[in-house]
């Protein structure tokens, strides 16, 4: 697994760091993604992921996006198709994180 | 790759994959499902339904099933059509661990699974757990 699958880009001026995810997110790669969402968070205290590009994720990506929001603002852009919404949804993590949709 | 068989027109060929239990069979699991959903007249859409439902169960079985097992634990996917929809089944030969409910855990995975199929049956035995799913199709 590559790290480009998960990349950071730091905080500029008022924007926030931007963790952005391409392809499938599973258990084989969940540290990886979890790695860097703390690393995103050690630098702001709010944080944007953007899993526009993401093909497949699942409970354990769920999982590692509650353990930063536990301590950071997280905002999240999700593509407009795809069960993600769902899985936003009956998680809760629609609750603690603020949801932008991407067409 | 299986051979023509007698199926009727439209009628898939089941799909059986056979993987251990560890987190790299997942992108295989998925592999072979993105391949197979098509050929059972599946949309994208449905696809990535219950591409999810059966990465929740495998995932679980990978995660939970494997801890404190006594022998290398496999999993079974098994994937064929019904009459009015396909039928999915995850089984592995581990252990089977209640899923414990706090926010933002696993505990949501069976909620998750109800939600995108439209049954969900989970068998837990000593030898292992079954996770057998239907899903309608609606043309």
Request: contains cysteine; aromatic residues 2%.
């Given at each position: ?103 | ?76 996917v098994s994937a064929r059509a019904t009459e009015t929809g396909l039928a999915v089944t ?50």
């Open positions: 697994m590559t790290n480009s699958q998960f990349r950071l880009t730091a905080a500029v001026a008022e924007q926030s760091p931007v963790v952005t995810a391409t392809g499938d997110i599973d258990l084989a790669n969940v540290g990886e993604f979890g790695d860097t969402l703390t690393k995103a968070a050690a630098q702001s205290d709010s944080i944007t992921v953007d899993l526009s590009e993401v093909s497949y994720c699942d409970s354990t990506a769920v999982r590692a996006l509650f353990a930063v929001a536990a301590t950071t603002k997280l905002a999240l852009i999700v593509p407009a198709e795809g069960p993600i919404t769902t899985l936003l949804g009956i998680s809760g993590l629609d609750r603690v994180a603020t949801v932008v949709t991407r067409n | 790759m299986t051979t023509v068989s007698g199926a009727h027109r439209g009628v898939p060929d089941p799909l059986q994959i056979r993987v251990p239990a560890i987190p790299a069979s997942l992108a295989v699991i998925r592999a072979r499902l993105r391949r197979w959903l098509p050929t059972a007249a599946v949309n994208p859409a449905t696809a990535a339904e219950l591409l999810l439902a059966v990465g929740e169960a495998a995932s679980n079985a990978v995660e939970h099933a494997t801890r404190g097992a006594r022998r290398d634990v496999e999993l079974e995850i089984k592995d030969n581990g252990r089977w661990h209640a899923p414990p409910n706090r926010p933002g855990t696993r505990g949501h995975g069976s909620k998750l699974m109800t939600a995108l199929v439209d049954t969900v049956t989970i068998t837990p035995t000593p030898d292992g757990t079954t996770v057998e799913m239907r899903k309608e199709l609606h043309p």
